[in-house]
């Protein structure tokens, strides 16, 4: 399997064929993954916004004043404010906003980023990352294409590439009924491909100025196994959030 980032990719604006984009730079295969960060998905679907567009009400102003007594800087209260429009669950108010978004995905303010953002203040991610994925995917020769962010992880220090969104392939691969080396049964092992995927692309986009918005994974093969399409955990097996919930911070 190798890696190669997509190379000379101009600054993406609202209304820019993605799609278009990468095939016109890369020549790519009907069996190589796609995989596109969510800042470029972003940038063309118009989500890079003011802050002005979110005027904040009561609760984002006692979000922030609480933020600001237990974290560094002074959060802007329209920020926190986007923050909870973009998400359907607060699962932790202090250090930091941890919450859901409105698809799925459990990360720090929504994954709303203020980086890289030179038509606006904030680019919120894609409002569905899965029909983002599918749209790229029908301007490709490419199969498959999966849309990545980064961000950090329990019990692990910095950040890593995360699949948010993805078309052509299952986001997991289930080892479930198979044999080890020893011929015992595995019973619980489901891999998530879609996130490996996307952490090997992100070594090669890198980070920064420096970091290029598209990676093209080449000889990946599923193998003879089954598929499956969890990916982001159900709430009544989610124990560590049901552990966040009660959880309070000193």
Known sequence: MELFAVPNLPEVRPG????????????????????????????????S?????FPAGPR?????DTLAEHA???????????????SVEVLMETPFLLTETRFGHVGVNAGIDRSNVPEG?????????????????????????????????????GQRGVAIGWDG??????????TDRDGRELGVT????????????????????GGTPAVVVRGFEWGDHAGSDEHFREIGTDY???????????
């Open 240 to 250: 560590v959030r049901q552990a966040i919930r009660g959880w309070s911070y000193a």
């Open 121 to 157: 203040d904030v680019l919120l991610l894609p409002e569905r990352p899965g029909d983002s994925a599918a749209r790229i995917r029908e301007s490709l020769p490419a199969d498959r294409v999966v849309v990545t962010d980064t961000c950090g992880r329990p019990f692990r220090h």
């Open 169 to 178: 392939l299952q986001p997991s691969r289930d080892w479930r009924g198979e």
């Open 49 to 53: 916004v003011d802050l002005a567009s």
């Open 190 to 209: 489901v891999e998530n491909v879609v996130d490996e995927l996307a952490a090997a692309a992100n070594l090669v986009a890198g980070e920064g100025d």
């Open 72 to 86: 560094a800087g002074d959060p802007d209260p329209r920020f926190v404010q986007a923050v909870l429009e973009e």
């Open 60 to 64: 984002a102003r006692e979000l922030a």
């Open 16 to 47: 820019d064929d993605v799609g278009a984009l990468l095939r016109d730079r890369a020549d790519l295969r009907n069996d190589d993954v796609v995989c596109v960060a969510s800042t470029v998905v972003s940038k063309a679907e118009g989500r």
